[in-house]
């Protein structure tokens, strides 16, 4: 019900301030195609264009005021095994009997392949799996995807190793 509501509203209203990520079947589709109308709107080819996460300090989607100059929030994420401290901005160990935690709306940024690569290397960032259900696992599809993994998004995270997560 919620998903129809979300996308009768998208319908009927125009666009979102925040895409709720998690009512679609096939969030890649949904990426490709925001990331496709920036590549028009800049004449910037997309295959050299790649989304960078920047975590928002904003939890709820009704307090956004405007859509940002390029590229998409987004909102519906969870975080399985460790937490996001929302004052330093990184993330945390789960805090006792926590196993999800919401993460705070993130803004997809259009960037070119290669300054996603230096800025994960530059900040130490940590290349987050992002899953369409809380099982860390799919089946490899025919075209050799798997059925559940959608992207790695690069968080921010304080441990001087990243394998530390």
């Not at 920047?54 to 009704?62: E, Y």
């Amino acid at each position: 019900v919620q998903r129809v509501e979300f996308l009768a509203t998208w319908l009927l209203k125009g666009p979102p301030l925040s895409f709720w990520i998690s009512c679609f079947f096939f969030p890649q589709g949904f990426m490709t195609a925001s990331l496709q109308l920036h590549a028009r709107k800049t004449k910037i080819p997309i295959d050299t264009l790649e989304f960078f996460s920047n975590v928002t300090t904003t939890q709820n989607p009704s307090e956004l005021k405007e859509q940002p100059e390029s590229g998409v929030q987004v909102h519906g994420l969870f975080l399985m095994g460790c937490g996001w401290d929302s004052k330093r901005d990184v993330l945390k160990e789960s805090d006792k009997d926590v196993l999800f935690e919401a993460m705070p709306i993130i803004w997809l940024e259009p960037v070119g392949i290669t300054d996603v690569r230096q800025r994960i290397k530059d900040r130490n960032l940590y290349e987050c799996p992002i899953y369409k259900t809380s099982e860390r696992k799919g089946t490899l599809s025919t075209t050799g995807h798997s059925t559940n993994f959608v992207k790695f998004f690069p968080l921010a995270q304080a441990e001087p190793d990243i394998d530390h997560w």
